[in-house]
């Protein structure tokens, strides 16, 4: 790994770990639903180039996946992160590789090994561990919200693999253009205010915006994006479990959320069964190739 693409692996993470925080400013100032279909609408402008071309097939997958992927995944974890903390959405968002697994096993028949299920279980474990301590401050709900955007996401990453292949730049731009009208949608039914939000925002909110969609999506999307076509996902994957730590560093210094023994030792024991998964399958891979 060279040292430009080494500055992107760690660059990646630090933007994604940052938007965890900056995303609890943006959920707190306009309803999460509401602040998901803003951000996907920015998301296909930005991509917006790069739906040219795609074939009906194309089409009617993006629009299948951006249920899971994107409406459910965002709408979820937003909603979580408002009732909660950026930090532990952060460790419990991580549970989109496990949720990404145990789907692939009834939908490709990609069963898991036994050391697979190990990693797994550490990983659920560790979230266990981390929301046992009523002193971390995070209500059930959130966790439950952020859970479910996780295994949305899980989901979506199967029936992208399912109904694919897609070129990574399309699939962003339809599924952020299915997205809009499907958070609009759930907004007006589940939330108030949208409007009343829009004029009262300050800068802060709509800064929380602007990172999300340019940085957090634009920068961040295309920077991984190319390291996956320059490098292995072996060696790429691990460095997203840094953007936990810069969240909870950030969730700590910036929006002053408690930290307690159990719930470092169940965010480390998380990532650790995170890693080992996907270490697990990535050995798994090169010894079937």
Known sequence: MSAKELGAALLVPLIWGIQFVTTKVGVDSFPPLF?????????????????????????????????????????????????????????????????????????????????VFFGLTIAFLGVALAMADPGAGVPVAAALLVLGGAAAQGLGNVLAKRLGPIPPMRLMAWLSIFTVPETLLASSLLETGQWQAVRQADLAAWGSLAYATLLGAGVGFALWFWLLGRLPMSRVAPFALLQTVVAMALGVVAMGDQVTLSLVLGALLCLSGVLLTQITLRRKGRAEA
């Open 35 to 115: 602040f998901v279909a803003l951000r996907f609408a920015g998301v296909a402008v930005l991509f917006l180039p790069f739906a040219r071309g795609a074939s009906r097939r194309e089409i009617l997958a993006c629009a299948v996946i951006s249920v899971f992927f994107g409406g459910l995944c965002f709408g979820l974890t937003f909603a979580g992160i408002h009732l909660g903390t950026a930090g532990i959405a952060a460790v419990m968002a991580q549970l989109m590789a496990p949720f990404t697994v145990l789907f692939a096993w009834p939908l490709l028949g990609e069963k898991p090994t036994g050391q």
